[in-house]
């Protein structure tokens, strides 16, 4: 069974600082999806990984696959409080789009 | 391009009554997903439609649920009697077969229990 773990679960930083949330999961996938949820609503895709070594940014989100070590990162640069959701991270497969959701990080950027 | 639309928002309801959610995916989308999302989880996949076939129903309890896309295009889901433990978020989501660009979520129904 595939379990895509999250952490931190809760992150709490300060407005200019730097960091990172790790997207660890247990079989092997071909596609990792970013999305994120503010409070109340729907989720929003923000990044789609489809290879080993693919990297992709928007803004100050930067997130990254290592598909050998069943890794993803999504990492903050210079957090700014609109930054403040939840972001999941989600595995999925070419041919089928069912999709296997993290945990879910709460980050809080505080002033 | 319209997005996803569901209704109704929010529903409440007392334990052992009936529920139904609609749903309807963007238009030429021939794969509609219902994930469930409990307050501090991530969403879980409770079945996937291609066209008005069933994919995956693996994690819906069939015993209280069901769904159905008789036509291929808009959708409902149904929860027959409620329990406490049904109080989600249910979202339906909408993709292209195979474009391995992700889905398009709707904006969801608050279902609280009591």
């Known amino acids: 069974e595939l379990k895509v773990e999250q952490n931190p679960l809760f992150l709490s930083m300060q407005e200019g600082k730097n960091y990172t949330i790790y997207c660890n999961y247990s079989t092997t996938s071909d596609r990792l999806y970013w999305y994120r949820q503010d409070p109340g609503k729907s989720l929003e895709s923000l990044f789609v990984l489809l290879s080993n070594g693919a990297v992709k940014q928007e803004g100050r989100l930067m997130a990254s696959l290592d598909t050998k070590a069943r890794l993803s990162t999504l990492h903050i640069t210079a957090a700014v409080h609109d930054l403040s959701a939840t972001y999941f991270c989600a595995v999925g497969y070419f041919g089928n789009e069912k999709l296997t959701f993290g945990t879910g990080t709460r980050l809080t950027i505080i002033p | 391009e319209a997005g996803v639309a569901q209704s109704p928002r929010y529903k409440i309801i007392e334990k052992r009554q009936s529920v139904a959610f609609w749903c309807n995916p963007i238009s030429g989308h021939a794969t509609l997903y219902w994930y469930q999302q409990i307050l501090g989880q991530g969403p879980k996949l409770l079945i996937q439609?291609?066209?008005?076939?069933?994919?995956?129903d693996s994690q819906l309890p069939k015993d209280r649920f069901s769904a159905e896309r008789l036509k291929g295009v808009d959708s409902t889901l149904k929860i027959q009697p409620a329990k406490l433990e049904d109080s989600a978020v249910y979202l339906c989501?909408?993709?292209?077969?195979?474009?391995?660009?992700?889905?398009?979520f709707g904006s969801g129904t608050r279902l609280t229990v009591v």
């Open positions: 439609f291609q066209n008005n076939g069933v994919v995956d």
């Open positions: 989501a909408s993709s292209l077969q195979g474009q391995g660009d992700g889905y398009t």
